[in-house]
């Protein structure tokens, strides 16, 4: 075996032992990209969402817990005290762990974004078929994934309800406009007479 292939799988068992122990917390849209060309520093860049402090926290735990039992250095942490952005720096590999609005607003995917790396050892619904991956909405932009996937389901729209609610209002009266008596108006006017 060269030396290259053993590097290669190396870097491989690596990035399998991080994006496991993402996994095993729950991270949310895990992508990881080849940063050879890039960067002398690191050959993988993996980023991954948490939903709060204490998740990102978590999976930072369980990434150090995941690389430590794969037989890796004890990687090094940094962000952990706010857990709105946590860094795991393995080496050949980091890992960005990173809250939802954080990573949108710095969009490392289209830092490091250059080359995706296909995950072989990915859970069922990174495998699914093209036809199934347009079917659940995947392939849309993350914030239409996230409108697709919310289980909030919409208010219906308040027209119809206050046609209805107008509908069961019974109908108001209104009293009819007192007219002057017209009859004893002339009728003053106009001269009696005597019998």
Same mark, same amino acid.
């Given at each position: 075996?060269?030396?290259?292939?053993?590097?290669?799988?190396?870097?491989?068992?690596?990035?399998?032992?991080?994006?496991d122990g993402l996994e095993d917390v729950k991270a949310?849209?895990?992508?990881?990209?080849?940063?050879l060309d890039l960067s002398p520093l690191f050959e993988r860049v993996i980023i991954a969402s948490g939903n709060s402090? +204490?998740?990102?926290? #978590?999976? %930072?735990?369980?990434?150090?817990? @995941?690389?430590?039992?794969?037989?890796?250095d004890k990687p090094r942490i940094e962000g952990e005290d706010v857990g709105e952005w946590i860094i795991v720096d393995c080496?050949?590999?980091?890992?960005?762990?990173?809250?939802p609005v954080i990573r949108q607003y710095y969009r490392l995917e289209e830092i490091w974004g250059d080359k995706?790396? +296909?995950?072989?050892? #990915?859970? %069922?619904?990174?495998?699914?078929? @093209?036809?199934?991956?347009a079917a659940a909405g995947e392939g849309k932009t993350p914030a239409k994934k996230a409108a697709s996937k919310s289980p909030v389901k919409k208010a219906p729209a308040k027209a119809p309800a206050t046609k209805k609610a107008a509908a069961k209002k019974a109908p108001v009266k209104k009293p009819a406009a007192k007219k002057a008596p017209a009859k004893k108006a002339a009728a003053k006017s106009a001269p009696r007479k005597k019998a």
């Open positions: 075996m060269s030396s290259e292939t053993a590097a290669k799988k190396e870097i491989q068992r690596l990035q399998k032992a991080i994006v949310h849209d895990i992508q990881v990209f080849n940063t402090n +204490r998740q990102t926290k #978590a999976l %930072a735990a369980s990434v150090r817990d @995941a690389v430590k039992d794969a037989g890796f080496g050949a590999a980091v890992a960005h762990i990173m809250q995706p790396v +296909r995950l072989k050892n #990915a859970s %069922a619904k990174r495998a699914k078929p @093209a036809a199934t991956k």
